[in-house]
């Protein structure tokens, strides 16, 4: 058995990142692959979408092209949510790059909510290079 440690800073009933040995979204997921293609690329299965739930993330993102080491970070933040079966996106998601080389700088990430998972999308933007793309990723959800 684990040796728990006490933390003053948490209320009764929280749970400190990566206490939870996987469950509940509290462990990072990590997602990473290495596309050659101008186009948008989907990193299938990041999440399971469970019926009458909510999930929130928070995605940082590093993408560096392999034969430049051009480079491009960002935050990617949304949500999405699987109603009597309906999966659907949260309105709005945010994506805060906050590092990036020149020939990065249009480079994105999108996700969709398909009706077992969310996936994410990445785009070089017509850059047609060997791009490796490294998603770390936090869910949070909700039962309804």
């Given at each position: ?130 791009i490796k793309w490294r998603l770390e990723t ?7």
């Open positions: 058995m684990a040796i728990q440690k006490y933390n003053p800073l948490l209320k009764k009933g929280f749970q400190e990142l990566g206490s939870g040995g996987g469950t509940g979204g509290l462990v990072p997921f990590v997602q990473e692959e290495t596309f050659s293609s101008a186009g948008k690329q989907t990193l299938s299965n990041s999440r399971t979408l469970t019926d009458n739930t909510a999930v929130s993330f928070v995605t940082r993102v590093t993408a560096v092209k392999l034969s430049t080491r051009d480079t491009w970070c960002a935050i990617f933040k949304g949500g999405a949510k699987k109603v009597s079966g309906v999966a659907s996106e949260v309105d709005t998601e945010t994506l805060e790059v906050f590092a990036y080389d020149a020939a990065a700088i249009d480079w994105y990430i999108t996700f969709a909510a398909t009706s077992t998972t969310l996936d994410f999308a990445v785009n070089s933007n017509g850059d047609s290079s060997a936090i869910f949070n959800e909700v039962s309804i």
